[in-house]
C-alpha cells in the first residue's frame, strides 16, 4: 500500500484497502464516520504520485502540528 494512503488511514483507525475500496457496509463497521472526508481520500488515491506526496507532506504538516499543540497544553 502506498505511504501517501496508509499514514492518513492509520491516523483514521481504518485500512488503507477500505480508503480505496470501502463499501457503503463496510463504512457501518469502520470508525470512520465521515464520508465527505472518505470521499476525499479516494480522490487522493486516483492524483498523480507527485500530487499525492504534496497532500500526504500537507496531512503529516498538520497531524504533527496538532500533536505538538496536544503536548504543549
Not at 494512503?5 to 470508525?31: F, K
Not at 470512520?32 to 499525492?52: A, N, P, S
Amino acid at each position: 500500500m502506498t505511504d501517501a494512503l496508509q499514514r492518513p488511514a492509520d491516523a483514521l483507525g481504518i485500512s488503507a484497502n477500505y480508503l480505496m475500496q470501502g463499501t457503503v457496509e463496510a463504512a457501518a463497521h469502520a470508525r470512520f464516520e465521515d464520508r465527505e472526508r472518505l470521499r476525499q481520500f479516494q480522490e487522493v488515491e486516483m492524483l498523480e504520485d507527485g500530487d499525492k506526496v504534496v497532500v500526504k507532506k500537507l496531512l503529516d504538516a498538520f497531524l504533527t502540528k496538532k500533536q505538538i499543540q496536544r503536548l504543549a497544553s
